[in-house]
């Protein structure tokens, strides 16, 4: 029900910053789509035909570039990821408390989400002991959303600080998509993946709306929005649109080709549905904060809704500097949302993004 999901009083959560953190290595795009023609044993001209399509123009590896020879197997890739996973996540809760002026020990709930490894135990508890987290911290470690897991774990925040409004939680989400490509695979999914998914983290430090932080006032410039509502939406029989298909080879991505004919017909309807439970329309919208999942999905959002005056300047901006960050790039693009904060204050805006399921995301904010 609609008024399941409404933020009132004492059920609104404040994002107090957010920060993206990326791999040292970066390489433009030509030299990713060398090295992949190479390694994948592909028609380079075709490789370079998909990633140019993705308008990607460099990316940050979690590796570098030579050093992809080497993962010869699952394992060793797996290993790569938790090395790199956490001292990215630890790069970002660091700078994402210092923004928000809290210390390590003000955390109460951490939520970790990723999808492009495995480790148990999970990541989060080795993170929360190199940043200086209490032992008593709350951890909820979340696998499997893929791109939808900034979004989701936004509204899992929410959920959270709704219970407790006097708390402060963390969302840290880290994907090195890098370290999923196959060597062994020259199929038109896995040759896109390579030209479009890259390396990186985010974290998102918010407080319920009675936790005293401190920090700047509620209006000032650098706090980011409230989210006074969520929504997600699972659509039946999807699950061949997208996902990774897991075996020895370790995460051999799954991304169908009608994808985007799903989004067309589906997203506009769900997001319509949402905004106007809440007294709301999509022409009322100031602020879009869209995962940029690909050319022809920015498109299609852009059509849906008559974004046609610079609404996803900084989605297309995130995806041309980065590529997708699968889970971290809805909130690379909330970053840079809170950067060039939206006027007038109190101005309704929309984060979304889907993924694995298939899937969307929804939430509403206020600025």
């Known amino acids: 029900m609609a008024g399941m999901e409404a933020g009132k009083g004492g059920d609104l959560m404040r994002v107090l910053a957010v920060n993206t953190v990326l791999p040292e290595h970066r390489y433009d795009q030509r030299q990713i789509t060398e090295r992949v023609a190479a390694t994948v044993k592909a028609d380079q001209r075709l490789v370079e035909r998909f990633h140019a399509a993705t308008r990607v123009s460099g990316r940050n590896l979690a590796l570098a570039i030579e050093d992809y020879d080497r993962l010869t197997g699952f394992t060793a890739a797996n290993d790569a ?27 109460d709930h951490l939520v970790f989400c990723s999808s492009t490894g495995v480790a148990t135990p999970s990541l989060d508890a080795a993170l929360a002991q190199r940043t200086g987290l209490r032992e008593d911290v709350k951890r909820l470690p979340v696998f499997g959303l893929g ?7 936004l509204s899992r925040l ?25 060597r062994d695979d020259a199929s038109v999914a896995n040759l896109v993946g390579s030209g479009l998914f890259g390396d990186g983290a985010a974290a998102v430090v918010a407080a319920g709306d009675e936790r005293d932080t401190g920090g700047p006032p509620p209006d000032g410039p650098g706090w980011g ?25 370790g995460f051999r991505i799954v991304l169908a080709a009608d994808l985007v004919d799903h989004v067309e017909a589906s ?15 999509p022409g009322e919208i100031a602020s879009w904060v869209c995962h940029p999942g690909g050319p022809k999905v920015i498109e299609t959002i852009a059509a849906a809704f008559g ?30 949302t809170i950067a060039r904060r939206p006027r007038p204050p109190d101005a309704p805006g929309l984060l979304m993004a889907l993924g694995p399921g298939f899937s969307a995301e929804m939430v509403l904010l206020r600025w």
């Open 147 to 153: 791109c939808a897991a900034g979004a989701a774990g």
């Open 158 to 182: 929410h959920d959270y600080l709704r219970a407790w409004p006097e708390q402060v939680a963390v969302l840290v989400c880290v994907e090195l998509c890098s370290l999923t490509v196959q």
């Open 307 to 336: 974004l046609d005056d610079g609404e996803l300047d900084l989605t297309w901006d995130s995806l041309r500097k980065a590529g997708n960050l699968s889970s971290v790039s809805v909130l690379n693009v909330l970053e840079e």
């Open 81 to 107: 990821y938790i090395t790199t996973a956490l001292d990215l996540a630890e790069r970002a809760v660091g700078k994402v408390l210092d923004a928000a002026g809290l210390d390590p020990r003000q955390v």
């Open 267 to 281: 997203l506009a309807g769900d997001v319509a549905a949402f905004l106007r439970d809440h007294g709301l329309s």
């Open 225 to 249: 929005p409230r989210v006074v509502a969520t929504r997600s939406r699972l659509y039946p029989d999807t699950a061949r649109l997208m996902g990774w298909n897991v075996g020895e080879h």
